[in-house]
């Protein structure tokens, strides 16, 4: 199985703060790659496919990019609504996986 | 817009057989694949399998010999079928979907909590 790393495990921000979340995988996935978004006792919602495909509705403070092994997810401007746990996803190579999850706190 | 329900018990022994149900409305079954995820609690996501509406099927190598993921078109409803349950199965169960593939998943199940229990 394709093995996926997300740093930091949390990251402790500000409104108004610019954060990066990475995510590694054990081989190559590029551009197979996704990332959600998920808060307490909901479902993961996806904010980005391919990579660095913002899905319709995501603001465009949210970007991806990446290649190879290593992906980020970068939020430009952290707004009150943007504070939950995030996880990267490969689908490059079955099984699916996902990285461990990053929580974004204040 | 697609909605997907999971049903099944909430509670289930240790060595049971686990059954859910996943009901898909709001656009049509046919063409698309079905996918379930589960989340232990306070934990990441783990991909289970995916079935295509034909029957299809991929399952985690982790979990292949006790899953099995079927569909029924005419229903619009598709299924998880887990045995020789242990405690590291409590998780809660979302079945999911998107209309692209079966690579990432724009839609989800609110999700169902399923404890392993004696």
């Known amino acids: 199985d394709i093995q996926m790393t997300q740093s930091p495990s949390t990251v402790s921000a500000s409104v108004g703060d610019r954060v990066t979340i990475t995510c590694r995988a054990s081989q190559t996935i590029s551009p197979w790659s996704a990332w959600y978004q998920q808060k307490p006792g909901k479902a993961p919602k996806l904010l980005i496919h391919r990579t660095s495909i913002l899905e319709s509705g995501v603001p465009s403070r949210f970007s991806g990019s990446g290649s190879g092994t290593e992906f980020t997810l970068t939020i430009s401007s952290l707004q009150p609504d943007d504070f939950a746990t995030y996880y990267c996803q490969q689908y490059n190579t079955y099984p699916w996986t996902f990285a461990q999850g990053t929580k974004v706190e204040i | 817009q697609v909605q997907l329900q999971e049903s099944g018990p909430g509670l289930v022994k240790p060595s049971e057989t686990l059954s859910l149900t996943c009901t898909f409305s709001g656009g049509s079954i046919n063409g698309n694949y079905y996918t379930w995820i589960r989340q232990p609690p306070g934990k990441g996501l783990e991909w289970i399998g995916n079935?295509?509406?034909?029957?299809?099927?991929k399952y985690n190598p982790s979990l292949k010999s006790r899953v099995s993921i079927s569909v029924d078109t005419s229903k619009k409803q598709f299924y998880l079928t887990l045995t020789s349950l242990t405690a590291a199965d409590t998780a809660v169960y979302y079945c999911?979907?998107?209309?692209?593939?079966?690579?990432?998943?724009?839609?989800w199940g609110q999700g169902t909590l399923v404890t392993v229990s004696s």
């Open positions: 079935i295509y509406y034909n029957g299809n099927t």
């Open positions: 999911v979907n998107s209309p692209w593939g079966p690579y990432y998943f724009d839609y």
